[in-house]
């Protein structure tokens, strides 16, 4: 367990629909990263916030949108599904300082169904 | 385009057989580097990383990776798998000057026969 926790579990939409997923980082942690995750493949990057702004971003379009919260916890909110958006959703956390690397230590992941 | 590979898509061997899966990147500079282990359905996990010093980095579960820099590699091995290491390998790259984003290969599926 890393302590890092998504909501939901799974997930299904239809086309054209919209959808937050949430994700709580671990104690401690202020930045938090978001991934793709299609099936057979590995994480693609969708962008990182820390420290309540987003820090990076990925080969993404913008329906994908994020926040982060004073806590540290953060959103991903996904607009006009599109069939190709099924997958699994990792959020990861970690506590670099701005610029840097650190380990990235991951949830569970949103299992996303787009019909 | 920029890159991290990994050389396997699926392995199987056999219990106390050695291990050995590849990774490459094709970033210049200094990156960091990562192996994470995906057990079937659960979230993925640090086996071990590297940053700096010693190229030779050991991890959890008897698992050890050694950077070689002229080669762009990151290799992950161990000297006997056990039918626990069942699972998805993935490598990952967090390139230079790009803060914490990390780039994963396509992962290596090690199925480990009794």
């Known amino acids: 367990e890393t302590g890092v926790t998504q909501s939901p579990t799974h997930l299904i939409k239809t086309r054209g629909q919209q959808v937050t997923l949430r994700c709580s980082s671990q104690s401690g942690h202020n930045t938090v990263s978001w991934y793709q995750q299609a099936l057979g493949q590995g994480p693609q990057f969708i962008f990182q916030y820390y420290r309540e702004e987003e820090n990076g971003r990925g080969n993404f379009p913008p329906r994908f949108s994020g926040l982060q919260f004073p806590n540290y916890s953060s959103e991903l909110n996904v607009n006009a599904l599109e069939l190709d958006d099924s997958a699994l959703y990792l959020c990861a956390s970690s506590n670099p300082g701005k610029g840097g690397a650190d380990t990235q230590y991951f949830g569970p992941g949103t299992r996303l169904t787009v019909l | 385009a920029q890159s991290v590979s990994q050389h396997n898509h699926h392995v199987i061997l056999s219990e106390a057989a050695s291990l050995e899966l590849g990774c490459n990147y094709s970033?210049?500079?200094?990156?960091?580097l990562f192996w994470y282990v995906q057990y079937p359905g659960q979230h993925l996990q640090l086996l071990l990383k590297y940053f700096s010093g010693d190229p030779l980095v050991k991890g959890i579960k008897g698992f050890e990776a050694e950077f070689i820099k002229s080669k762009f590699s990151f290799n992950l091995r161990k000297p006997s798998v056990q039918w626990s290491d069942t699972a998805e390998y993935f490598c990952a790259v967090n390139p230079p000057n790009q803060g914490g984003k990390l780039i994963f290969g396509q992962g290596t599926e090690l199925s480990v026969k009794p």
């Open positions: 970033y210049g500079g200094t990156v960091n």
